[in-house]
Each structure stands twice: as structure tokens, then as C-alpha cells.
């Protein structure tokens, strides 16, 4: 009766201690779960670099809107490769991205990382809306206060990336609109 | 019980159809039911394991949709679901458990799914209900319950069993008929054995045989069966063999007995007393002069064939054996339908019960009837023997065996002095040698001889005997004995030699009497008549009488005297006899008679059979002549005389038959009919001389035939017979004749 009783409060005290934690997560945090998934449906080009473990590079250019929720993706593992997290300021060099983010106040260098991007085999991802059209590969819109995204393919094929049909079926595909 | 009792009663046949068809069909119908278990369960586990192919499906494509949580894009690979119709209701869960998409089949209304466990569970009696876990690279999303209905399955399983319980009711048909048609190797010879037993049975007949179809136990049972049967027949044959035997032992022995019976004039009987009845044998029959079977074998039966004489003492004796145990053996008499009478010897034992009771008499019959005429035959020769008359008799050697009283009588020998000595003895010496060896020849020759002797008696005295003796022979003709009979004819000769003389005298005297009388019989009867003629006219009424009284006095005299001339002269100096138709004797009297039968009126009818006989024609004239004018003579008055002459041959004689309608005889008087002068009636009636019958009789005795007379009474007329001899030689010519 006792045992009973005891196991019956140890059940409710922890439902009580995960009550926090089932808090609905922040758009950001969301779009940091979502790039760290989106990245696992993408398949590199093989890199020169005989380690073939090294590290997934994602690059944030712009600033950063995640704040501390890309803690939350930092070294977790993609496809044998772990998540490196750096912060890019506007000068600097893209070549060792593997991801990059191109936060909202990025938007003047988006031509130059279209170009850069070309053959690079690096996956370009926005939050701005109309970015895809302007050859960004991923970009995330909310839709019905939920996190969407949609790809621009032909970007993506010119950098010489593979993106997942399974991922492709998630998401909206946009054409490019030619400048 | 009854279904019992009906199952050990069925054919064969019918047995091993039932076993049969019971046991392949709980065969089929157990092969049956574990087909459809396995199928159920491989159906089950063939939709377990599809469900499940199905939920990891769902679950891999939908694990990116919830990677990036959305809810439409789940829903839509879900909807995928709808090519699959027994799927009726699906659900993703996330992590925490909460719904994240739900497909539900067009018109189902859902349940609330219970909480998912992984793996499959029932989900009501028509659903199934399989849930997966979603991962994602070993990352755990969530899970997908998919839920089926099985209602489909179910179809599916009732489809595959009606397939199998049709096809097992297939096979079980073929595998009746099979077994009906293969039960056939079995049932057909046990049928062929059972049928040949029934026909054993029914006709006795052990020459039937089983038709042999194998080696098996039903072949090894016709075959002992065959064998069986054959044993019996062997058996069966020798039985027939050996009553056959018996019987045509029975039959010899029987035959043999009824031979015996017969040869010995012996008889066998059984009588039961309880019953009366009595068991003849043939013989026994014969002997009592029954017919077989003639009527029924009782003891009076057998009483009424003794003689009436004996019947008391049979009776008698019969009794005393049956009630004073006295043994039964006794003579008596048997008289015999046909009035002859035969002796018999009976001998019996009597048969008792305990409380000793006759209950059966056990006998023989032996007809005597030879022996006790042999006995009498004995006793009359040893009578015979005798006699007056000496006599010899010796063996074939001619040495006396026996002499009788009579011989000692005569010769003065006794039988003692004479036996085993030769009757030559005797002999007086007075016959030469020549006249005994004529004897003797004539003796050899002719087997007997007879003589007059001349023989010497013990005390010298020569003496006359007539002598006779006869040879006795054997059936080989061997002489065996002589018999000599001799009389001593010393005073006979003398007698002899006056009969002789005194005979001769008598037929001159007779001769003389009646014919030297008749001349002055005649002169009488003559002068009486002159007389009477020449007193005519003097002669008163009464006187002329008196004349005519002496004239026809005379004249009868004459008559006798003629008729005594003829009696005397009858045998002796007639013709002698010969050859003569008799018929024409018979016509030469009747034109003799024919005045006489004119006279009477009378009708004469003449029949029969009319041959040659051998006699003297004068005398069978007047033999005729005196039956038929007799005849004539003797009517009554106004009656007219019918007369019948018949013929007759009869076997070794002729019968000459004369009857007439007149009237008739005095029974107690036809003695006298055929003597001399015997007259019936008066002369005042009917003339005669009282000698025609006496001639009559004279002439028929003289042929060594006979004369009888034979009448009804007095006025119902009366029949002469005379039988005549008919030597045989003359039966033939008369057949010739008459044909």
C-alpha cells in the first residue's frame, strides 16, 4: 500500500519536473532544429580532404538570430560528421563552410554568395522571404505559426549538392527569378 | 444393440464398404481440418507480417514529416493507404504518444484506437490491429498503428475451406468408388466360397469346388475348403461303395435265404403278440397256401389255413406253450384252397418279458408232405409186401435180399435160409437151360417177364407158380434190383382149366339155346296160328285171345332169343375192328331208324365232331341203332321226341352223346340200366327185351371204351354217353378232314 502510494507521487512529481521542458520552443530554436535536420538530407560533394569525418561547417553570416539555440545543434553528428557552429562577420572567408546561414542583415552580399556558392558545394539557407527566388537554396517561412522552408533546386544543383527527395517532398520549390 | 446385432449380420461386402468409407472419411475429414487450421494460421501470420510491412512503410516515409513536424504531408503518404481496402483506420503517434496524423478508409467509422503496443494484437473479433515504432537514422520519432479488417481474411479462409472440404468430399467420392470396386479382390472369393457352401448345402452336392483366385488367407481357406469338400465326397463314395455292398449282400443273403427256404420246405414266422401280427416268410406262404400279401398276417388268418381237423389241437398247443412256457413243436395238417392237404412240422420259441409275458413267438414251417407220403408209400409197399403173393426181391446180382411171408408160405424156406443166396435155388429142373436164358433175355430186353413156372419147394414138392419178374432200374436205366412175384398156382390151374371148359360149355349151350330153340319156338308159333285160322269160325272173342296171347308169347320168346344170340355172339364172332367213319355208321343206322323215328314224329339233330375210330363197324351199328331207337321208344306221350347226337373229342377219346326230351330215369335205377333183362318198365308200355342196354354196354366195354347213362328225373329226359378210345394217330387224319 505504501509502495503503491509512494510510486503514484514519484509519477506525479515527475510529470510536475517535465512540465518546463514541453514549453512550446522559440521560432529560432526551431530553425536551428530545422537546419541541423535539413543537413542530414543533403548529400556534400566528396571533399578533397582525405579525413572524410571532418567536420559539417555551418557558418552564420549576418549576425546571429539563434542566440544561445544553436548550442543546441552544435557537435551533434550528420551522417558521420559532426556539426562545427561559427559565426561569420561580412568579410569574412566562406570557403570552409559547408552550411551557411544568411541571417536578414546579410541581404547586400546575397548576389556574391550566389556566385560563391556556384560549384562550391555549399548549401546556402535564408530566412527572408524571397531569398529563394534570388538563388538562396533553403529558406524558411512560417506558415500558420509554423516553421516551412522552401528550396530552390536549380541553386542547389549548381552548387552540386543533393538534396533528399524526402526532403524535397516537405518542402515548396521555387523557380528563380532571373535579375 | 440392434445397430449391433445389424452390423455383425451384414454381407461382408458391406463391412468393408463401411469401414472403408468411415475411415477415409475421418481421414479427410481430420486432413481437412488441419488444412484449414494451418491455413488460418498461415493467413494470420501472412497478414501480421504484411500489416507490419505496411506500418514500417508508413513509418520510414512519414519519419521526415515528423521531423519537420508536418502533420499534411504524414496524412498524405497515410492516404497511400487507400489501395489497401482491408486497412481500414491508421494512426501516427509522436513521441509523447499524441496523434500526429490519422488515416481513416472511406466510409469506416473508427474506434479510438486502444494505446499502441509494437507488435500485432486483435483488436475486436474482426480487426487486427499492428503498430511499428518510427525512427529515423536510430532516431526514435514515434510509432504508426495500423488497424485491419479482417472480415476480408475471414472470406478468404471460408473460401479456402469450402475449396478444401469440397475437394476431400472429391476424393472421398473416388475413394468410395475405388474401395467399391478394389473390396471386390477381397468379397468376390469369400462370395465364390460362400455361394459353392450354400450350394453344398442345399443340393448335397460335394463334387462342387471353389474357384481358387489366390494364395492369400481367403485363397488358403477355398483351398481347405476344396480339400474339405473332397473328403467328404471320398468319404461320401465309400459310404455309397460299402451300403451298396451291404445291400446287394442283403439282397445274395435274402435270396440266398428264400433259395434255402425253398429247397427245404422251410418256412420261417414271427408272430408279436401284442399285435397279432405275424411275419411269413415266402416260403411260409407258399407253403400255407397263400398268395403274397393275400391278406392281412394274423393268427386267425393263420388258423383259417388248417386243416379243420387239427384246428382244436393247433389251438390248443399253441395256448399251452404261450401259458405253461411248454416248448412248441408240433404236426399238423394244412388244408389248401384247392382242397389238397399237406402236413407240416412247426417248431417255435416264445420270446417273454420280465415279468414273463410272451411278447413274441419265433418259428419255422417245414412242409412234410413228402416224407409222410414217402411214410405212407412205406408203409403200403411194406402192406403191399405182404400180400398172398411170394415174393423176391435181390440186387442187381441176383442175391436175395429180402423174401416176404408169403414166400416162406409157399416154398418152405425162410427168409433167413434164402438171403444173399440165388433164387436158383428153386428151380425144379423141368425147364431146360434155353427156356431160362429166354427169360432172362426178355428180362434184359423188355424189363420184365411173365410166365408159368415149374419150381421145387424146401421139401422137394415141384409145384406150379405164375411168375413175374420186373426189373428195377436206376435214372441211369442201371438195373439195380429184381423183384420176383410169384403165386402158387397149383389149385388155380385146375380151376382155371374148369372155367375155361365150363365157359365154352355155356357159349355152346347159349348158342345152342338160342338158335336150336328158335326152330321149334317157330313150329309153336306156326302151328299156333294154323290152329287159330283153321278154328276161325269156332272161336269165341275170348279163346281168339287166348291164341294171340301164346302166338305173341312165341314171338317174344323169338325175340329174346335173337337178342341173346347177338349179346352172346358180341366180341366174339363180329368183325373184327378197323378204320371206319364214324359219321357213316351214324347215317347207316339212321336209315335203319327211319321208320321208327317217322313212327315217333320225332326230330333228330345230329352235331359235333365225327372222326375215324378204330372200331368193329356192325357193333358201332348197333350200338347206334339201340341208343337212338331208345331214344325214340322212351317219349312221352304228345310230347314230340327232339334228339340231339353229338360228337365230341375229347383228349385221348370220342364222346358220343345221345339225350332225348323223353322220360327220363330214376336217379337211384341208372345202376341197373345196362344189365341183362333188366327191364324199368313195364312191356304193357314200352316193348323190349331187356337186352339192348346190356349190348350196349357189352359192345362199348369190348372197345375198351364205357356206357352212361345220365338223366334230370323222372319226364325231364335223359342222356346216353359212350367214350370211345381215339388212338393218336387218328386225331391227326380227323384235323386233316374236318379242315
Known amino acids: 500500500m505504501e509502495i503503491l502510494t509512494l510510486r503514484l507521487l514519484c509519477g506525479m512529481l515527475l510529470l510536475l519536473a517535465m512540465t518546463p521542458a514541453r514549453a512550446a520552443p522559440s521560432e529560432y530554436e526551431l530553425k536551428a532544429a530545422f537546419i541541423y535536420q535539413v543537413a542530414r538530407f543533403v548529400e556534400w560533394p566528396p571533399t578533397p580532404e582525405p579525413k572524410t569525418s571532418a567536420p559539417l561547417r555551418l557558418c552564420v553570416l549576418g549576425g546571429n538570430p539563434f542566440g544561445a539555440a544553436l548550442d543546441s545543434i552544435r557537435n551533434k553528428p550528420v551522417n558521420e560528421r559532426r556539426l562545427e557552429v561559427s559565426l561569420l562577420d561580412l568579410n569574412s572567408d566562406t570557403g570552409k563552410c559547408a552550411i551557411l546561414f544568411i541571417a536578414a542583415p546579410a541581404e547586400r552580399h546575397l548576389e556574391r554568395i550566389k556566385a560563391l556558392s556556384s560549384g562550391a558545394g555549399m548549401l546556402t539557407i535564408g530566412d527572408t522571404p524571397g531569398y529563394a527566388q534570388r538563388g538562396t537554396m533553403i529558406n524558411f517561412f512560417m506558415e500558420n505559426s509554423k516553421v516551412r522552408f522552401e528550396i530552390n533546386l536549380e541553386a542547389s544543383r549548381r552548387a552540386g549538392l543533393k538534396i533528399s527527395s524526402q526532403l524535397l517532398k516537405l518542402a515548396r520549390i521555387v523557380q528563380e527569378e532571373t535579375p | 444393440m440392434r445397430r449391433n446385432t445389424w452390423f455383425r449380420d451384414a454381407p461382408i461386402k458391406r463391412k468393408l464398404l463401411w469401414i472403408g468409407l468411415l475411415t477415409s472419411g475421418f481421414a479427410l475429414l481430420l486432413i481437412s481440418l488441419i488444412l484449414t487450421v494451418k491455413d488460418i494460421a498461415e493467413w494470420r501470420d501472412r497478414t501480421i507480417v504484411e500489416l507490419s510491412t505496411y506500418a514500417r512503410v508508413i513509418g520510414a516515409n512519414a519519419a521526415p514529416a515528423m521531423l519537420f513536424d508536418d502533420p499534411r504531408a504524414a496524412i498524405e503518404i497515410l492516404s497511400a493507404l487507400s489501395a489497401k481496402p482491408d486497412i481500414v483506420h491508421a494512426v501516427i503517434y509522436d513521441k509523447q504518444g499524441r496523434e500526429f496524423a490519422t488515416y481513416v478508409a472511406p466510409g469506416h467509422a473508427p474506434f479510438p484506437l486502444p494505446p499502441a503496443e509494437i507488435g500485432a494484437q486483435p483488436f475486436g473479433f474482426d480487426n487486427l490491429l499492428v503498430s511499428s515504432r518510427i525512427h529515423y537514422k536510430h532516431e526514435w520519432l514515434g510509432s504508426v498503428t495500423v488497424e485491419s479488417d479482417l472480415r476480408g481474411l475471414y472470406a478468404g479462409i471460408l473460401h479456402s475451406m469450402a475449396l478444401i472440404f469440397i475437394a476431400a468430399f472429391l476424393v472421398f467420392l473416388i475413394s468410395a468408388f475405388l474401395f467399391a470396386r478394389l473390396q471386390k479382390i477381397i468379397v468376390a472369393p469369400i462370395l465364390d466360397i460362400t455361394g459353392v457352401m450354400q450350394d453344398v448345402i442345399a443340393e448335397q452336392n460335394f463334387l462342387a469346388r471353389v474357384e481358387l483366385h489366390g494364395k492369400d488367407e481367403v485363397g488358403m481357406l477355398a483351398a481347405t475348403f476344396n480339400v474339405m469338400l473332397e473328403y467328404i465326397q471320398l468319404r461320401d463314395e465309400q459310404l455309397a461303395a460299402h451300403r451298396e455292398q451291404l445291400e446287394t449282400e442283403v439282397v445274395r443273403r435274402t435270396a440266398r435265404l428264400t433259395e434255402a427256404q ?364 339201340n341208343l337212338i331207337g331208345n331214344a325214340a321208344k322212351y317219349r312221352i306221350a304228345g310230347r314230340i321226341p327232339e334228339i340231339t347226337v353229338t360228337g365230341e373229342i375229347l383228349r385221348n377219346e370220342w364222346l358220343l352223346c345221345v339225350a332225348d326230351n323223353g322220360v327220363g330215369i330214376i336217379p337211384d335205377q341208372i345202376g341197373r340200366l345196362f344189365q341183362v333183362f333188366q327191364r324199368l318198365h313195364s312191356r304193357e308200355i314200352y316193348e323190349g327185351t331187356g337186352i339192348g342196354l346190356a349190348l350196349c354196354r357189352k359192345i362199348a366195354e369190348h372197345h375198351k371204351g364205357r356206357i352212361w347213362a345220365e338223366s334230370d328225373g323222372v319226364g325231364l329226359g335223359s342222356k346216353f354217353y359212350v367214350a370211345l378210345p381215339l388212338p393218336r394217330e387218328q386225331k391227326m387224319s380227323t384235323r386233316r378232314e374236318s379242315a
Open chain 2, 262 to 625: 425253398r429247397i427245404a420246405h422251410l418256412g420261417d414266422w414271427e408272430w408279436d403278440i401284442a399285435s397279432n401280427h405275424l411275419d411269413w416268410s415266402d416260403e411260409t406262404r407258399r407253403i400255407l397256401g397263400l398268395m403274397p400279401q393275400q391278406f392281412d398276417a394274423t393268427y386267425s388268418s393263420f388258423l383259417l389255413t388248417v386243416h379243420p381237423d387239427d384246428r382244436q389241437n393247433v389251438e390248443t398247443r399253441t395256448r399251452e406253450a404261450l401259458e405253461q412256457n411248454r416248448p412248441f413243436n408240433m404236426e399238423h395238417r394244412i388244408l389248401l384252397p384247392d382242397g389238397s392237404v399237406r402236413h407240416v412240422h412247426k417248431q417255435a420259441e416264445i420270446s417273454r418279458d420280465r415279468q414273463g409275458k410272451p411278447v413274441r413267438m419265433l418259428g419255422t414251417v417245414q412242409d412234410i408232405s413228402a416224407q409222410k407220403q414217402a411214410e405212407q408209400e412205406l408203409r403200403i409197399a411194406a402192406t403191399a409186401f405182404e400180400t398172398q403173393e411170394g415174393m423176391i426181391i435181390t440186387d442187381a446180382n441176383q442175391n436175395i435180399l429180402r423174401v416176404n411171408r408169403a414166400f416162406t408160405e409157399i416154398t418152405g424156406y425162410s427168409a433167413a435160409e434164402v438171403a444173399g443166396k440165388n433164387p436158383r435155388l428153386l428151380s425144379s429142373g423141368r425147364q431146360s437151360a434155353k427156356f431160362y436164358s429166354a427169360m432172362w433175355q426178355n428180362i434184359l430186353h423188355a424189363g420184365s417177364w411173365k410166365g408159368e413156372i415149374w419150381n421145387q419147394r424146401k421139401n422137394g414138392e415141384i409145384f406150379p407158380e405164375y411168375l413175374t419178374i420186373t426189373a428195377v432200374k436206376d435214372r441211369g436205366d442201371n438195373i439195380t434190383n429184381y423183384v420176383a412175384t410169384f403165386n402158387d398156382i397149383t389149385a388155380g390151374k385146375a380151376v382155371e382149366e374148369e372155367i375155361r371148359r365150363s365157359n365154352i360149355d355155356l357159349e355152346q349151350f347159349s348158342y345152342a339155346v338160342s338158335h336150336d330153340m328158335r326152330q321149334p319156338l317157330r313150329m309153336i308159333s306156326s302151328y299156333l296160328q294154323l290152329l287159330e285160322l283153321g278154328l276161325a269160325g269156332q272161336l269165341d272173342h275170348e279163346k281168339r285171345d287166348y291164341f294171340n296171347h301164346a302166338i305173341d308169347g312165341a314171338k317174344r320168346i323169338d325175340q329174346m332169343l335173337v337178342a341173346l344170340l347177338e349179346y352172346s355172339r358180341a366180341g366174339r364172332m363180329g368183325v373184327s375192328p378197323a378204320w371206319i367213319e364214324s359219321r357213316a355208321v351214324l347215317d347207316e343206322a339212321l336209315l335203319f331208324l327211319q321208320p321208327t323215328l317217322a313212327e315217333a314224329q320225332a326230330r333228330l339233330s345230329i352235331a359235333g365232331d365225327w372222326p375215324r375210330i378204330f372200331a368193329g363197324h356192325d357193333e358201332m351199328l348197333r350200338l347206334i341203332l
